[in-house]
Protein backbone atom coordinates (compact mmCIF):
# COMPACT_ATOMS: atom_id res chain seq x y z
CA UNK A 1 0.00 0.00 0.00
CA UNK A 2 1.05 3.68 -0.54
CA UNK A 3 1.80 4.02 3.11
CA UNK A 4 4.83 1.71 2.95
CA UNK A 5 5.89 3.31 0.09
CA UNK A 6 5.72 6.91 1.72
CA UNK A 7 7.39 5.73 4.33
CA UNK A 8 10.41 3.57 2.97
CA UNK A 9 10.85 6.92 0.41
CA UNK A 10 11.52 8.45 3.96
CA UNK A 11 14.25 5.56 5.06
CA UNK A 12 15.92 5.35 1.60
CA UNK A 13 14.33 4.27 -0.84
CA UNK A 14 15.33 6.30 -3.66
CA UNK A 15 13.56 6.58 -7.24
CA UNK A 16 16.39 7.26 -9.51
CA UNK A 17 16.04 10.98 -10.91
CA UNK A 18 15.62 9.76 -14.47
CA UNK A 19 14.24 6.71 -16.30
CA UNK A 20 10.89 5.07 -15.86
CA UNK A 21 9.08 3.22 -13.26
CA UNK A 22 7.13 0.31 -12.97
CA UNK A 23 4.37 -0.19 -10.95
CA UNK A 24 3.22 -4.06 -11.03
CA UNK A 25 -0.37 -5.09 -9.97
CA UNK A 26 -1.64 -2.46 -8.33
CA UNK A 27 -5.00 -2.58 -6.80
CA UNK A 28 -7.05 0.71 -6.80
CA UNK A 29 -6.55 1.07 -2.84
CA UNK A 30 -2.82 2.11 -4.05
CA UNK A 31 -2.58 5.86 -4.06
CA UNK A 32 -0.39 7.18 -6.98
CA UNK A 33 0.48 10.78 -5.65
CA UNK A 34 4.37 9.24 -4.09
CA UNK A 35 5.25 8.49 -7.46
CA UNK A 36 6.51 10.50 -10.02
CA UNK A 37 3.25 10.71 -12.48
CA UNK A 38 5.16 11.41 -15.97
CA UNK A 39 7.36 9.00 -15.69
CA UNK A 40 5.18 5.85 -14.41
CA UNK A 41 4.21 3.00 -16.07
CA UNK A 42 1.17 0.21 -14.24
CA UNK A 43 1.57 -3.51 -15.59
CA UNK A 44 -2.04 -4.83 -14.42
CA UNK A 45 -3.67 -7.72 -16.49
CA UNK A 46 -6.86 -7.46 -14.46
CA UNK A 47 -9.67 -5.50 -16.34
CA UNK A 48 -11.31 -3.48 -13.61
CA UNK A 49 -7.99 -2.60 -12.03
CA UNK A 50 -6.28 -1.83 -15.25
CA UNK A 51 -9.14 0.39 -16.36
CA UNK A 52 -9.21 2.45 -12.54
CA UNK A 53 -5.94 3.21 -13.24
CA UNK A 54 -6.19 4.24 -16.84
CA UNK A 55 -9.19 6.23 -15.65
CA UNK A 56 -6.88 8.27 -13.25
CA UNK A 57 -4.91 8.91 -16.72
CA UNK A 58 -1.81 6.92 -15.56
CA UNK A 59 -0.09 4.76 -18.52
CA UNK A 60 -1.40 1.49 -18.25
CA UNK A 61 -0.26 -1.98 -20.04
CA UNK A 62 -0.76 -5.64 -19.30
CA UNK A 63 2.61 -6.79 -19.66
CA UNK A 64 6.27 -4.93 -19.61
CA UNK A 65 7.35 -2.97 -22.54
CA UNK A 66 10.97 -1.52 -22.14
CA UNK A 67 13.10 -1.08 -19.23
CA UNK A 68 12.76 0.85 -16.00
CA UNK A 69 14.79 2.32 -13.80
CA UNK A 70 12.90 1.04 -10.61
CA UNK A 71 10.00 -0.78 -9.67
CA UNK A 72 7.27 -1.46 -7.33
CA UNK A 73 5.87 -5.02 -7.04
CA UNK A 74 2.43 -4.87 -5.43
CA UNK A 75 2.38 -9.14 -4.34
CA UNK A 76 -0.50 -11.27 -5.45
CA UNK A 77 -1.61 -13.31 -2.74
CA UNK A 78 -0.80 -16.67 -4.80
CA UNK A 79 2.58 -17.73 -4.13
CA UNK A 80 3.17 -18.73 -7.64
CA UNK A 81 1.77 -15.43 -9.12
CA UNK A 82 3.75 -13.43 -6.60
CA UNK A 83 7.23 -14.82 -7.51
CA UNK A 84 6.33 -14.66 -10.95
CA UNK A 85 6.08 -11.55 -11.15
CA UNK A 86 8.84 -10.43 -8.92
CA UNK A 87 11.20 -12.08 -11.26
CA UNK A 88 9.17 -10.60 -14.34
CA UNK A 89 9.50 -7.18 -12.33
CA UNK A 90 13.63 -7.69 -12.26
CA UNK A 91 13.60 -9.02 -15.86
CA UNK A 92 13.05 -5.83 -16.99
CA UNK A 93 14.40 -3.29 -14.16
CA UNK A 94 17.72 -1.61 -14.14
CA UNK A 95 18.04 -0.70 -10.27
CA UNK A 96 16.13 -1.48 -7.12
CA UNK A 97 12.64 -3.46 -6.98
CA UNK A 98 10.33 -2.69 -3.64
CA UNK A 99 8.27 -5.46 -3.12
CA UNK A 100 5.21 -4.38 -1.20
CA UNK A 101 2.65 -6.73 0.37
CA UNK A 102 -0.16 -7.71 3.58
CA UNK A 103 0.79 -9.98 5.81
CA UNK A 104 -2.08 -12.16 5.33
CA UNK A 105 -1.06 -12.12 1.77
CA UNK A 106 2.49 -14.07 2.32
CA UNK A 107 4.83 -11.24 2.35
CA UNK A 108 6.51 -12.60 5.67
CA UNK A 109 7.36 -16.00 4.01
CA UNK A 110 8.13 -13.65 0.52
CA UNK A 111 10.81 -11.64 2.34
CA UNK A 112 12.42 -14.74 3.53
CA UNK A 113 12.76 -16.39 0.40
CA UNK A 114 13.83 -12.95 -1.26
CA UNK A 115 16.59 -12.41 1.69
CA UNK A 116 17.94 -16.11 1.56
CA UNK A 117 19.02 -15.47 -1.89
CA UNK A 118 19.98 -11.41 -2.33
CA UNK A 119 20.45 -8.73 0.46
CA UNK A 120 17.70 -6.70 1.12
CA UNK A 121 16.79 -3.35 3.02
CA UNK A 122 15.46 -3.52 6.05
CA UNK A 123 11.33 -3.95 5.97
CA UNK A 124 9.18 -0.88 6.79
CA UNK A 125 6.12 -2.53 8.60
CA UNK A 126 2.53 -0.61 8.51
CA UNK A 127 -0.72 -1.45 8.49
CA UNK A 128 -0.67 -4.62 8.14
CA UNK A 129 1.61 -5.43 5.61
CA UNK A 130 5.64 -4.89 5.20
CA UNK A 131 7.58 -3.10 2.12
CA UNK A 132 11.02 -4.08 1.35
CA UNK A 133 13.32 -3.58 -1.67
CA UNK A 134 16.96 -4.86 -3.02
CA UNK A 135 18.65 -4.76 -6.22
CA UNK A 136 19.11 -8.33 -8.08
CA UNK A 137 20.01 -9.84 -11.28
CA UNK A 138 16.92 -11.90 -12.47
CA UNK A 139 18.97 -15.04 -12.94
CA UNK A 140 19.31 -15.10 -8.86
CA UNK A 141 15.30 -15.96 -9.03
CA UNK A 142 15.98 -17.83 -12.71
CA UNK A 143 12.85 -20.74 -10.56
CA UNK A 144 10.33 -17.89 -10.47
CA UNK A 145 10.29 -16.99 -13.97
CA UNK A 146 6.35 -17.59 -15.24
CA UNK A 147 5.53 -20.30 -17.28
CA UNK A 148 2.24 -21.20 -18.43
CA UNK A 149 1.85 -25.02 -17.86
CA UNK A 150 0.34 -27.64 -19.56
CA UNK A 151 -1.57 -30.24 -17.49
CA UNK A 152 -1.72 -33.75 -18.14
CA UNK A 153 -4.98 -33.56 -19.72
CA UNK A 154 -3.95 -30.80 -22.41
CA UNK A 155 -5.33 -28.19 -20.72
CA UNK A 156 -2.63 -25.17 -20.25
CA UNK A 157 -3.36 -22.83 -16.98
CA UNK A 158 -1.18 -19.83 -15.69
CA UNK A 159 0.88 -20.14 -12.22
CA UNK A 160 -1.56 -18.95 -9.45
CA UNK A 161 -4.55 -18.59 -11.28
CA UNK A 162 -8.06 -20.11 -10.34
CA UNK A 163 -7.90 -23.97 -10.56
CA UNK A 164 -4.42 -23.78 -12.04
CA UNK A 165 -3.88 -27.47 -11.28
CA UNK A 166 -6.91 -28.73 -12.86
CA UNK A 167 -10.88 -28.23 -13.45
CA UNK A 168 -12.94 -27.04 -10.58
CA UNK A 169 -14.92 -29.91 -9.20
CA UNK A 170 -17.87 -26.70 -9.08
CA UNK A 171 -17.56 -26.38 -12.63
CA UNK A 172 -17.21 -30.09 -13.65
CA UNK A 173 -20.54 -30.34 -11.45
CA UNK A 174 -22.10 -27.96 -13.76
CA UNK A 175 -20.87 -28.98 -17.08
CA UNK A 176 -22.58 -32.03 -16.31
CA UNK A 177 -25.22 -31.02 -15.53
CA UNK A 178 -26.29 -28.63 -18.51
CA UNK A 179 -28.61 -29.97 -20.80
CA UNK A 180 -28.16 -30.78 -24.08
CA UNK A 181 -30.18 -28.44 -25.73
CA UNK A 182 -28.61 -25.31 -23.98
CA UNK A 183 -29.19 -22.57 -26.62
CA UNK A 184 -27.13 -21.43 -29.88
CA UNK A 185 -25.64 -18.46 -28.25
CA UNK A 186 -23.87 -18.72 -24.88
CA UNK A 187 -21.93 -15.72 -22.29
CA UNK A 188 -19.92 -17.59 -20.06
CA UNK A 189 -19.11 -14.83 -17.36
CA UNK A 190 -15.89 -15.13 -16.01
CA UNK A 191 -14.64 -17.83 -18.31
CA UNK A 192 -11.30 -18.49 -16.52
CA UNK A 193 -9.00 -20.78 -18.59
CA UNK A 194 -11.82 -21.93 -20.75
CA UNK A 195 -13.12 -25.21 -19.47
CA UNK A 196 -16.72 -24.85 -19.52
CA UNK A 197 -16.45 -23.00 -22.53
CA UNK A 198 -14.71 -26.35 -24.02
CA UNK A 199 -17.45 -28.57 -22.29
CA UNK A 200 -20.21 -26.49 -24.06
CA UNK A 201 -18.47 -27.12 -27.28
CA UNK A 202 -18.90 -30.39 -27.71
CA UNK A 203 -22.70 -29.78 -28.59
CA UNK A 204 -22.73 -29.26 -32.18
CA UNK A 205 -26.01 -27.05 -32.12
CA UNK A 206 -23.82 -24.33 -30.03
CA UNK A 207 -23.49 -22.02 -33.02
CA UNK A 208 -21.13 -19.41 -30.70
CA UNK A 209 -19.76 -18.64 -27.18
CA UNK A 210 -18.46 -15.70 -25.63
CA UNK A 211 -15.80 -15.98 -23.03
CA UNK A 212 -15.49 -13.08 -20.67
CA UNK A 213 -12.56 -13.38 -18.67
CA UNK A 214 -10.94 -10.12 -16.81
CA UNK A 215 -7.62 -11.41 -16.15
CA UNK A 216 -5.22 -11.32 -19.26
CA UNK A 217 -2.86 -14.20 -18.85
CA UNK A 218 -5.90 -16.27 -18.05
CA UNK A 219 -7.50 -15.55 -20.70
CA UNK A 220 -4.66 -16.06 -23.17
CA UNK A 221 -4.87 -20.08 -21.65
CA UNK A 222 -8.38 -20.04 -22.74
CA UNK A 223 -7.54 -19.07 -26.37
CA UNK A 224 -5.20 -21.78 -26.20
CA UNK A 225 -7.42 -24.13 -24.60
CA UNK A 226 -10.71 -23.24 -26.89
CA UNK A 227 -9.02 -23.33 -30.52
CA UNK A 228 -12.98 -24.17 -31.88
CA UNK A 229 -13.70 -21.05 -34.16
CA UNK A 230 -17.47 -20.56 -32.32
CA UNK A 231 -15.28 -19.12 -29.42
CA UNK A 232 -14.99 -15.62 -29.12
CA UNK A 233 -12.44 -14.17 -25.89
CA UNK A 234 -13.09 -10.94 -24.88
CA UNK A 235 -10.96 -9.37 -21.92
CA UNK A 236 -13.61 -7.81 -20.25
CA UNK A 237 -15.32 -7.35 -17.05
CA UNK A 238 -17.81 -9.28 -16.86
CA UNK A 239 -20.16 -6.38 -14.75
CA UNK A 240 -20.52 -4.32 -17.88
CA UNK A 241 -19.49 -6.30 -20.77
CA UNK A 242 -22.16 -5.93 -23.59
CA UNK A 243 -23.02 -8.44 -26.00
CA UNK A 244 -22.71 -7.92 -29.96
CA UNK A 245 -25.64 -10.16 -30.36
CA UNK A 246 -27.59 -11.51 -27.21
CA UNK A 247 -26.99 -14.99 -25.80
CA UNK A 248 -29.87 -16.83 -25.53
CA UNK A 249 -27.96 -18.57 -22.39
CA UNK A 250 -25.42 -17.66 -20.02
CA UNK A 251 -23.17 -19.81 -17.83
CA UNK A 252 -21.25 -19.09 -15.35
CA UNK A 253 -19.45 -20.26 -12.17
CA UNK A 254 -18.87 -16.74 -10.59
CA UNK A 255 -15.61 -15.42 -8.60
CA UNK A 256 -16.70 -15.63 -4.75
CA UNK A 257 -13.22 -14.24 -3.13
CA UNK A 258 -11.58 -11.10 -2.44
CA UNK A 259 -8.44 -11.79 -1.61
CA UNK A 260 -8.64 -14.34 0.96
CA UNK A 261 -12.41 -13.47 2.27
CA UNK A 262 -15.74 -14.87 0.48
CA UNK A 263 -17.35 -12.10 -1.29
CA UNK A 264 -20.91 -12.80 -2.42
CA UNK A 265 -21.41 -9.17 -3.65
CA UNK A 266 -19.09 -10.15 -6.79
CA UNK A 267 -21.16 -13.09 -7.58
CA UNK A 268 -24.53 -10.90 -7.05
CA UNK A 269 -23.15 -8.55 -9.86
CA UNK A 270 -22.41 -11.19 -12.30
CA UNK A 271 -26.17 -12.29 -11.78
CA UNK A 272 -27.21 -8.67 -12.16
CA UNK A 273 -25.30 -8.86 -15.35
CA UNK A 274 -26.68 -12.26 -16.54
CA UNK A 275 -30.17 -10.25 -16.10
CA UNK A 276 -29.05 -7.34 -18.23
CA UNK A 277 -27.32 -9.47 -20.82
CA UNK A 278 -30.42 -11.95 -21.62
CA UNK A 279 -33.36 -11.17 -23.64
CA UNK A 280 -36.92 -12.22 -21.84
CA UNK A 281 -36.87 -15.62 -23.21
CA UNK A 282 -33.40 -16.01 -21.62
CA UNK A 283 -31.77 -18.51 -19.18
CA UNK A 284 -28.67 -18.69 -16.69
CA UNK A 285 -27.05 -21.45 -15.68
CA UNK A 286 -24.59 -21.28 -12.50
CA UNK A 287 -23.10 -23.04 -9.97
CA UNK A 288 -22.28 -21.64 -6.32
CA UNK A 289 -20.84 -23.12 -3.68
CA UNK A 290 -23.69 -23.66 -1.54
CA UNK A 291 -22.96 -21.90 1.47
CA UNK A 292 -23.32 -18.73 -0.61
CA UNK A 293 -26.02 -16.64 -0.51
CA UNK A 294 -27.15 -15.51 -3.55
CA UNK A 295 -30.76 -16.47 -3.28
CA UNK A 296 -32.50 -12.83 -2.86
CA UNK A 297 -30.29 -11.63 -5.72
CA UNK A 298 -31.75 -13.91 -7.74
CA UNK A 299 -35.41 -13.39 -6.59
CA UNK A 300 -34.41 -9.59 -7.71
CA UNK A 301 -33.36 -10.24 -11.51
CA UNK A 302 -35.32 -13.53 -12.31
CA UNK A 303 -38.66 -14.29 -12.40
CA UNK A 304 -38.22 -17.96 -11.92
CA UNK A 305 -35.36 -19.84 -10.57
CA UNK A 306 -34.51 -22.94 -8.86
CA UNK A 307 -32.14 -25.23 -7.40
CA UNK A 308 -31.74 -28.29 -10.05
CA UNK A 309 -29.20 -30.27 -8.56
CA UNK A 310 -26.50 -29.99 -6.32
CA UNK A 311 -24.34 -31.68 -3.70
CA UNK A 312 -23.38 -31.11 -0.03
CA UNK A 313 -20.58 -28.57 -1.64
CA UNK A 314 -22.20 -27.19 -4.55
CA UNK A 315 -25.44 -25.87 -6.04
CA UNK A 316 -26.69 -25.72 -9.53
CA UNK A 317 -29.03 -22.80 -10.21
CA UNK A 318 -31.00 -22.45 -13.44
CA UNK A 319 -32.88 -18.45 -13.76
CA UNK A 320 -35.08 -17.61 -16.38
CA UNK A 321 -37.15 -14.69 -17.06
CA UNK A 322 -34.78 -11.79 -16.24
CA UNK A 323 -36.58 -8.92 -14.96
CA UNK A 324 -34.07 -6.13 -14.02
CA UNK A 325 -31.39 -4.08 -14.37
CA UNK A 326 -32.13 -4.19 -18.75
CA UNK A 327 -30.36 -1.21 -20.51
C1 LIG B 1 -14.49 -19.11 -9.98
S1 LIG B 1 -13.52 -18.71 -11.38
C2 LIG B 1 -14.30 -19.69 -12.65
C3 LIG B 1 -13.42 -19.86 -13.85
C4 LIG B 1 -13.97 -20.77 -14.95
N1 LIG B 1 -15.30 -20.36 -15.38
C5 LIG B 1 -14.04 -22.20 -14.48
O1 LIG B 1 -15.13 -22.69 -14.39
O2 LIG B 1 -13.01 -22.78 -14.21
C6 LIG B 1 -14.04 -17.08 -11.73
C7 LIG B 1 -13.28 -16.38 -12.86
O3 LIG B 1 -13.81 -15.06 -12.97
C8 LIG B 1 -12.75 -14.17 -13.29
N2 LIG B 1 -13.19 -12.82 -12.89
C9 LIG B 1 -13.13 -12.23 -11.67
N3 LIG B 1 -13.69 -11.02 -11.70
C10 LIG B 1 -14.11 -10.83 -12.98
C11 LIG B 1 -14.79 -9.78 -13.65
N4 LIG B 1 -15.15 -8.66 -13.00
N5 LIG B 1 -15.08 -9.93 -14.96
C12 LIG B 1 -14.75 -11.07 -15.62
N6 LIG B 1 -14.10 -12.09 -15.04
C13 LIG B 1 -13.79 -11.98 -13.74
C14 LIG B 1 -11.57 -14.71 -12.52
O4 LIG B 1 -10.35 -14.25 -13.08
C15 LIG B 1 -11.79 -16.22 -12.66
O5 LIG B 1 -11.11 -16.72 -13.79
Redesign the pocket.
Known sequence: MSVRLTLAVAAGFDFPDTGRIGLFGPTPDFALTILPASRVEIIQG???YHDHFSGLGAAASVRPDGRFAASVVCLPRARPAAQAMIWQALSVTDGPVAVDGLKSGGIDSVLKAVRSRVPVSAPISKAHGKLFWFTASPDDFADWKAELTRLDDGFVTAPG???ADG??P??VL?AESLPEKIGKRIA??????????ARILERSAVQSIDL????HT?LKCARLNVTDPRARFHW????N?RAADSPDTV??????HTGRSADPS?GR??IASAARLLPSHGTLWM?ANRHLPYETALSAHFRDWSETTGDARFKIIRASGPTRNRR
Not at 191 to 197: N, Q
Not at 212 to 215: K, L, R, T, V
Not at 236 to 239: E, K, Q, T, V, W
Open positions: FKPCFSPDASLDLGAGWGYLAIEADVADACWVMNPPFLDFV
